[in-house]
């Protein structure tokens, strides 16, 4: 268990503060607390009108967490809270859905906690691609996502890093889909392409539906370097995940070649549309 927080001190004053983590059983810590999962920061002094960041972790579990998966979407809830300098009293909380898996390439095959997975997915992209004024109705989203897991689908791409997405990820980690998320389109400028591949990881970084990264989507073959340096990048932001790039109309052949040094991607793809341009 590895979380970081960040805590905006907007006070004209130095303050000392300190961070606890506490993790619950269920989506919704219903299950009750795992006390030996708690972890408190030591004291932290802000600087008036700063961001302090306080990292803490815990590397080895015990008793050892059921993983998150497809089939059983073990989820946690972790409960965030900044506490005034003396630890007894608890300024701000907030909460948030965690899980405990695996997601990797290795060689031919997607696994998923160690084990070969085939990812079943539809060409739609909750919320970007549904109508504004439903895409955020809790209702709306709770059946959407009912109807994909009861087509066996358990991948979906998810565009959008704003509160809109924050609703469809919570149920996507309820249901047990996988997700890829990252910018559905890019620009030229590698620092903005940067900047927002950040905004991405800080926003939905926790979510264990969240399986892989994308960079970018239909990038051109003669955009080579900097789709190598945004996998670099995003790589030293969360090497844990693998990331993905949308190619334009190209797929990988095989040939036992790690593709990531070449394309800024660990898994190609091809794109093909029937008649959709014709």
Same mark, same amino acid.
């Given at each position: 268990?590895?979380?970081?927080?960040?805590?905006?001190?907007?006070?004209?004053?130095?303050?000392?503060?300190?961070?606890?983590?506490?993790?619950?059983?269920?989506?919704?810590?219903?299950?009750?607390?795992?006390?030996?999962?708690?972890?408190?920061?030591?004291?932290?002094?802000?600087?008036?009108?700063?961001?302090?960041?306080?990292?803490?972790?815990?590397?080895?579990?015990?008793?050892?967490?059921?993983?998150?998966?497809?089939?059983?979407?073990?989820?946690?809830?972790?409960?965030?809270?900044?506490?005034?300098?003396?630890?007894?009293?608890?300024?701000?909380?907030?909460?948030?859905?965690?899980?405990?898996?695996?997601?990797?390439?290795?060689?031919?095959?997607?696994?998923? !906690?160690?084990?070969?997975?085939?990812?079943?997915?539809?060409?739609?992209?909750?919320?970007?691609?549904?109508?504004?004024?439903?895409?955020?109705?809790?209702?709306?989203?709770?059946?959407?996502?009912?109807?994909?897991?009861?087509? !066996?689908?358990?991948?979906?791409?998810?565009?959008?890093?704003?509160?809109?997405?924050?609703?469809?990820?919570?149920?996507?980690?309820?249901?047990?889909?996988?997700?890829?998320?990252?910018?559905?389109?890019? !620009?030229?400028?590698?620092?903005?392409?940067?900047?927002?591949?950040?905004?991405?990881?800080?926003?939905?970084?926790?979510?264990?539906?969240?399986?892989?990264?994308?960079?970018?989507?239909?990038?051109?073959?003669?955009?080579?370097?900097?789709?190598? !340096?945004?996998?670099?990048?995003?790589?030293?932001?969360?090497?844990?995940?693998?990331?993905?790039?949308?190619?334009?109309?190209?797929?990988?052949?095989?040939?036992?070649?790690?593709?990531?040094?070449?394309?800024?991607?660990?898994?190609?793809?091809?794109?093909?549309?029937?008649?959709?341009?014709?």
């Amino acid at each position: 268990l590895d979380v970081n927080t960040t805590i905006s001190h907007t006070r004209s004053t130095t303050m000392t503060y300190k961070v606890r983590q506490r993790v619950y059983k269920g989506a919704d810590g219903s299950g009750g607390e795992i006390t030996a999962y708690a972890m408190t920061s030591g004291s932290i002094s802000v600087p008036a009108n700063t961001l302090v960041s306080a990292r803490l972790t815990n590397a080895s579990l015990s008793p050892t967490p059921t993983p998150w998966s497809v089939s059983d979407p073990n989820c946690y809830m972790l409960r965030t809270e900044v506490l005034d300098s003396t630890g007894a009293v608890a300024l701000l909380s907030k909460t948030s859905i965690i899980g405990f898996r695996k997601f990797e390439v290795a060689g031919q095959n997607f696994k998923l !906690n160690g084990s070969p997975i085939y990812l079943f997915g539809l060409h739609r992209t909750p919320p970007g691609r549904i109508l504004a004024g439903i895409y955020n109705d809790q209702s709306f989203i709770d059946q959407h996502i009912a109807r994909l897991k009861a087509a !066996n689908v358990n991948m979906v791409r998810i565009a959008i890093p704003d509160a809109n997405a924050i609703p469809w990820l919570d149920a996507c980690d309820k249901a047990g889909i996988m997700v890829f998320c990252g910018p559905y389109d890019t !620009n030229n400028v590698l620092i903005e392409n940067e900047d927002r591949l950040l905004e991405y990881v800080n926003a939905v970084n926790a979510h264990p539906c969240v399986v892989a990264w994308v960079t970018g989507n239909e990038w051109s073959s003669s955009s080579g370097p900097d789709r190598t !340096n945004l996998y670099n990048y995003i790589k030293s932001l969360d090497p844990s995940r693998p990331v993905f790039l949308a190619d334009s109309a190209g797929f990988y052949a095989g040939g036992g070649v790690d593709p990531a040094a070449s394309t800024g991607s660990n898994f190609l793809d091809h794109h093909k549309y029937n008649g959709w341009y014709s």
